[in-house]
């Protein structure tokens, strides 16, 4: 390929006849793996690169009084220890013991105050900031945020979501009215959830490689005309189910074309590193988070729905809460630790917002099957790296855990603190399905301005 055709390659500005003509020739396939990874290389230590989130999605509900706000000494904190961590003042729980190491980058906000206490309701709410109204098809956040951050030179999906929770159902996790062009690319959907069992392949994207016998340029001519027959189908046949099969084709096409596909091949990297993730399935998406805001994606979600394959909601701790929580902790504390190190190694931290949350949190109180409840009233989440000021709580709740006391936070106001943390104004608009705007955030929403660095 010649310095100008890559030139203009690079900035877009091929017309369609020419990239399908030189697609079928096979001048683009064949010569976009040297200049690609250069650009990704280059974008990642841009000082005007744009901000990245990973969400680490706690299906069921965490405890909070078994994680980041332990009450010792009173009857609701149970027979966890709390133990001393690199922030002054901070305390987790005794087994968070790589997290304690790592606090000066944490923030947990230990007044979480929202209503929902029911798994579906209480995860959309959460996950895009508004209850279910009528007609109105909100977004998740995964949605909203990378339609703000995406940029046009990745080839990579803006939103990829690794090992969904298959009992939230679509809500929770669609694009809504942004439309299927911001649904996410879903890695591991369906992968079993025993985190001892894991292999590479489990998080691969599935069906881009070309059929065995088939060469580069014959793939490229197929695609060509299969490009030229989804067009003409579109023009007579238009709406949401052919919009949403185009979307994905081009997607698709446009990962299969480019090396940073290579973005999901985890053997290349080290054992030891993989290791220290840990190997099963979250810590190995953990780890791809990284490797996928490395490549320009900013927004990653990985979800820790169980260890056993006996719940369907993992943290959904309604009975034997603290061998449950203790063996999740043993799951998530050197896989997330592990990420915050990961990030700040290839000098990603300042860029990237990590968000630990579920739906709710759960109750202070112990039932008599030694386990918490679903409890929405005064509960945790915790960000963490680019945006906010790490090494310190925000709220506070009660001696017994049962209120908040200090600092309420709804959910309108997290979205609204993960917005402004990630250079984002959360009172954006996008038109809704029902003909009206619709801001990022509630309008009454405030952000959490002491944490925001």
Not at 74 to 96: D, Q, Y
Not at 201 to 216: F, I, S, T
Request: proline share 6%.
């Amino acid at each position: 390929m010649s310095r100008s055709l890559a030139r203009r390659t690079r900035r877009g500005d091929l017309t369609r006849r020419e990239w399908l003509s030189f697609c079928a020739a096979g001048t683009l396939g064949a010569s976009m793996s040297g200049w690609l990874p250069a650009l990704a290389a280059d974008g990642s230590h841009h000082p005007d690169r744009k901000r990245a989130c990973i969400l680490l999605w706690m299906s069921g509900g965490a405890s909070q009084t078994d994680t980041f706000d332990m009450k010792p000494g009173h009857a609701n904190g149970g027979p966890f220890k709390e133990v001393a961590t690199s922030a002054t003042g901070l305390r987790f729980s005794e087994h968070l013991p790589h997290l304690a190491k790592m606090a000066e980058h944490l923030v947990p906000i230990r007044s979480m105050k929202t209503k929902e206490g029911d798994h579906l309701r209480a995860s959309q709410v959460m996950k895009t900031g508004y209850p279910a109204q009528g007609p109105i098809s909100y977004p998740t956040m995964g949605s909203l945020l990378s339609k703000e951050l995406a940029s046009p030179e990745v080839d990579l999906p803006s939103f990829v979501s690794i090992a969904p929770n298959q009992f939230l159902g679509s809500t929770a996790n669609s694009p809504g009215f942004l439309g299927p062009k911001h649904a996410p690319l879903v890695v591991g959907n369906g992968v079993p959830m025993v985190q001892n069992q894991f292999n590479d392949a489990m998080l691969k994207v599935q069906n881009l490689d070309a059929p065995r016998g088939v060469d580069l340029v014959r793939a490229n001519a197929r695609l060509g005309l299969l490009d030229h027959l989804e067009e003409d189908f579109a023009s007579v046949r238009p709406g949401i189910p052919t919009n949403s099969h185009r979307t994905a084709y081009e997607q698709a096409v446009r990962m299969m074309r480019s090396s940073a596909i290579e973005a999901f091949d985890l053997g290349n990297e080290t054992d030891q590193l993989r290791d220290r993730y840990g190997r099963n399935i979250f810590g190995q998406s953990c780890l791809l988070a990284r490797r996928l805001v490395e490549r320009g994606v900013p927004f990653v979600e990985v979800a820790l729905n169980g260890i056993n394959g006996s719940q369907a909601f993992g943290w959904d701790t309604h009975r034997n809460n603290f061998d449950i929580v203790k063996n999740l902790c043993g799951v998530l504390d050197p896989a997330w630790a592990t990420l915050i190190n990961d990030l700040k190694t290839h000098d990603l931290l300042d860029s990237t917002l990590v968000v630990w949350m579920g739906e709710f949190g759960r109750t202070p109180i112990i039932n008599n099957g030694k386990g918490r409840d679903h409890f929405p009233a005064a509960w945790t989440t915790v960000l963490a790296g680019g945006g906010v000021r790490g090494g310190q709580a925000y709220g506070k709740t009660s001696k017994d855990g049962g209120g908040v006391v200090e600092n309420p936070v709804s959910e309108a106001d997290l979205i609204a603190t993960i917005c402004h943390a990630l250079g984002i104004d959360p009172m954006d608009q996008n038109m809704s399905n029902v003909g009206r705007p619709i801001r990022i955030a509630d309008p009454d929403a405030k952000p959490i301005e002491e944490i925001l660095s």
